[in-house]
């Protein structure tokens, strides 16, 4: 999961880029970065860190020039050091070249070994880089060509945005399993400016009017003519929009894939109350995550809502700790139980998902803890039983419980008194006509949209 963004034609474009980045901050707080160009120069600036952070006045000075990218990163392929952060940036024949990615490739180390094989040396270890690499060997034609090029041999879930001296291209794959959206901006003293970003919620933040998702498969050229687009791949039947989109990943105010992330997830916790009814005295959530689907969840059941567990927002999501003893740790500090509202009372508690089982562990201790007589969990997600190859930085799949455990296994484990996920079908509440015909939900199902050549453990385990 990463952010990204590229400005295109407007004078202040590393300003908007940071503004974007700004907005996507959920989406990655381990690096962050902004490339621009003035039309012959291209100029960067990456670190470690928080956007917030990174970008100062000062530093956002000197990234001068009428096209930016930037990205906001969580690592999901390479560790997380400052030389894997994105934009990546490389000098080849053509000249200067940077990119920002949303995904993962499925194919990168077979790709890879391939190149070094011809000679190639890597200095980093992202999966982009195989693309640069691509592009820097073909010798033939525009960049535009040279880029089609590389993207027809790279498989796996890719939105990209480059920058060249004189170009900003944006590219989704054609699967269209990352969201990548495109809006446009009025510039003060004439013109219109264009922008790409991963969600909307960046183009409200610039007051940028949008106009519609980049189409899975499509590049988007924007240059000193202003916008064009080629579909230079064979027409794809069959979308895999990530699901988990709209279950985690998204802000609930942004639109992913056509639809209000926010009243999707409503929706969903509406159908947990239908499929997993139970009396209590209230609905808590867990926040953020689970606030959504709590409120549907009370509105279904009639059952009062409750914010009885208070977030401290200014620790950073637990999940990415890398020790145990840590994230245990960092339940309690980022979630607090108001005593009061809990004591003698049943509580049923939303989350969003049941990944590793710890913090649902946690938080069902936490409720009792603080005087609550009964506990039900509900997910508005089915059991997460598989990884994710496609950009998201799931466990292996001995670490996810659901692939091991039963349900009532994992109730016992994490001490409720009741455990409901949604079901695979009830998932798909918003979408009547297609079901799931336009979405990946392998996470839940096993069914990659996608070969992922460099797992092959996994496809043989797979029902492909
Ligand atoms: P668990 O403790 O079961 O491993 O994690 C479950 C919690 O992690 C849920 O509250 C859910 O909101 C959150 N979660 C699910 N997927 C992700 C993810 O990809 N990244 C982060 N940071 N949190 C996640
Ligand atoms: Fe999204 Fe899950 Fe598919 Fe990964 S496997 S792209 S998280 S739905
Ligand atoms: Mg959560």
Redesign the pocket.
Known sequence: ?CGIVGIANHPEASNLAYLCLYAQQHRGQESGGIVSSDGTTLYQHRAMGHISDIFTRDVIAKLPGHNAIGHVRYSTSGASTLKNAYPFVVNYSGGWLAVSHNGNLTNYRKLRKELEKEGSIFNASVDSEVVMHLVAKSREGTLEDKLIGALKKIKGSYCFVFISEDKMIAARDPKGIRPLALGELQVNGGGMAHVVVSETCALDLLGAKFIREVEPGEILIFDSCGMRSIKPFEKETKRAQCIFEYI??ARPDSNIFGRDVYTIRTGFGRQLAREHPVEADMVVP?PD??VPAAIGYSEESGIPFQMALIRNHYVG?T??EPKKEI?HFGVKVKLNPIRELLKGKRVVCI??????????LKIVKMLKDAGAKEVHMRISSPPTSWPCFYG???PTREEL?ASSHTIEEIRKYIGADSLGYLSKEALYWFEKVNGNEWFCDACFTGDYPVDVDDAPEIMKLTKK
């Open positions: 999961m985690y990943f867990v995550s689970g999501r999940f990415i994230r989350d969003d998902s049941i990944v590793r089982g710890t913090t649902s998201i930085d799931t419980i």
